[in-house]
């Protein structure tokens, strides 16, 4: 009978220690960004405040395409136009039929008197792209591996093509102006949270476990019967409203852009901070994106330095994406699967990194 008591109680214990590690999970997750908001309140500075407000659009972004690269293991290059798509689509929505007739001379008729408020407009803006990405992304959901690659990128032209010459909805390759401001770092700090919660809750769930089931083994799920398609599909609708979501969030807090913001350069960015921060986790894209973003800034810093620029030889001019690249190449060398691996980040792994601290110490000081 004792043996059968503890027998029963085992998987209690991991179930309870599981749970344990997830919820600690949020608390980092959310504690961090919470910190980060307000040490930057406190603060206060203009500089300051605007580089964090970026990394938290940038934060809600990258968790956005962990949702579908993360858990299929495909490389995903559209994720960036839909951002796009998102951010001209909240914008009509949110635009005042006056702007419109100066920003979008030649918008179509039916769309000119709508003027929503902030919020129905960014919400509007993120349905739209996951609506599109619903439609076109649905028979793609049938490649993988090299195929997916480079259907990827054969989308991410196409819609670039589309908002660089539907002159009607985007101005053109022209840059689109008069959008009023409504993103500030409360309003991105809130929307990275709630990112955060929707990611880990999808890929807790069981659609999500259904994904990286596929995504560990192809055959092995069809053959236990997952519906690799559909499953992929719910991933790209979700991964696709978020990409529109940041990207209403940006267009919002910038007021005015073009259509290369939302092509090869954001791209290599947001893909970088989730592979080198780990695209299997949700700790992976938030501690990518924070380290990227510093490092990155960092370097754009010294580039438009022209004290420091003139002790490099040759200029700094692309000093930032040469760092990058070289950053991006060494980790995949080194540790392809990012800084956070498989495991996302719980209390368990900052009681062993302060146990790691205090031996260090102890050693120090006993030498």
């Not at 293991?73 to 039929?97: D, E, K, Q, R, T």
């Not at 919020?119 to 509007?124: C, E, N």
């Not at 439609?135 to 989308?155: E, Y």
């Not at 420091?308 to 040469?322: D, E, N, Q, V, Y």
């Amino acid at each position: 009978m004792t043996e059968m008591a503890t027998n029963y109680r085992t998987p209690s214990g991991a179930q309870l220690r599981t749970r344990l590690s997830q919820a600690s999970t949020m608390l980092l997750l959310l504690g961090g960004i919470l910190l980060i908001f307000l040490i930057t309140k406190g603060i206060g500075s203009l500089l300051l405040t605007r580089f964090v407000t970026e990394m938290l659009i940038q934060v809600i972004l990258v968790i956005g395409l962990h949702v579908f690269m993360g858990n299929t293991n495909i490389l995903w290059f559209p994720h960036i136009g839909f951002m796009g798509i998102g951010a001209y689509a909240s914008v009509i929505f949110s635009m005042g039929p006056t702007q419109k007739l100066m920003s979008l001379p030649d918008l179509y008729a039916f769309l000119a008197p709508i003027d929503m408020g902030f919020l129905p407009a960014l919400l509007g803006g993120a349905l739209v792209a996951a609506v599109i990405a619903a439609i076109i992304g649905f028979p793609m959901m049938r490649l993988s591996d090299f195929p997916a690659v480079i259907a990827g990128f054969a989308l991410l032209v196409v819609i670039h093509v589309i908002l660089v010459h539907w002159s009607a909805l985007t101005n053109g390759p022209q840059t689109l102006f008069g959008v009023e401001r409504h993103t500030y770092l409360g309003t991105a700090t809130i929307w990275a949270g709630i990112a955060i919660v929707a990611a880990y809750a999808f890929k807790e769930s069981k659609i999500g476990l259904l994904l990286r089931a596929s995504r560990e083994d192809l055959i092995a799920a069809r053959t236990i019967g997952v519906k690799i398609m559909l499953v992929r599909w719910l991933a790209l609708i979700l991964s696709a409203f978020m990409a529109g979501l940041g990207g209403g969030l940006y267009a919002h807090y910038i007021t005015a852009f073009m259509p290369d913001a939302f092509y090869l350069n954001e791209t290599f960015v947001i893909l970088s901070m989730l592979v080198i921060g780990g695209p299997a986790t949700v700790s992976g894209a938030v501690l990518g994106t924070i380290l990227i973003t510093v490092f990155y800034q960092s370097l754009r810093w010294v580039e438009n330095s022209e004290a420091l620029a003139a002790l490099l030889p040759g200029g700094a001019a692309g000093l930032s994406t040469l760092a990058l690249a070289v950053t991006l190449i060494a980790v995949l060398i080194w540790r392809p699967s990012g800084v956070v691996e498989r495991q996302e980040l719980s209390w368990f792994h900052m009681k062993w990194l302060g146990s790691l601290i205090r031996r260090q110490r102890g050693y120090e000081s006993r030498n």
